[in-house]
């Protein structure tokens, strides 16, 4: 299984980025795909989740309203708008092989991508 993400990059803050996530390998789509973030010196934390059908969308409250996840079978896109210094992180997707509820734990996932790091500058 590997997941390749693109899209990050240094953006300043007010600004938009659109991260991309492929999954493959996999050889069912019935899967939950994340995206999580990781800053320098904290834990990685839950940033956004989708089930299979995109029924079911998942946000971190820091999040919400300014990010939107998206999904097409096993490609899952963030927009990012209105991008702040806080959201400075290097981006992952992963994936949860449950396939109904959103998960906001890292450990419930079991594939990961290499990540993307997203820079805002102020």
């Known amino acids: 299984v590997q997941l390749v993400e693109s899209g990050g990059g240094l953006v300043q803050a007010g600004g938009s980025l659109r991260l991309a996530c492929t999954a493959s390998g996999l050889t069912w789509n019935w899967y939950v795909m994340g995206w999580f973030r990781q800053a320098p010196g904290e834990e990685r934390e839950f940033v956004a989740g989708i089930n299979y059908t995109g029924g079911r969308e998942d946000y971190a409250d820091s999040v919400k309203g300014r990010f939107t996840i998206s999904r097409a079978v096993n490609r899952v896109h963030l927009q990012m708008n209105n991008l702040k210094s806080e959201d400075t992180a290097v981006y992952y997707c992963?994936?949860?092989?449950?396939?109904?509820?959103?998960?906001?734990?890292?450990?419930?996932?079991?594939?990961w991508g290499q990540g993307t790091q997203v820079t805002v500058s102020s």
């Open positions: 992963a994936v949860d092989r449950n396939w109904a509820s959103v998960s906001t734990t890292p450990s419930d996932y079991e594939y």
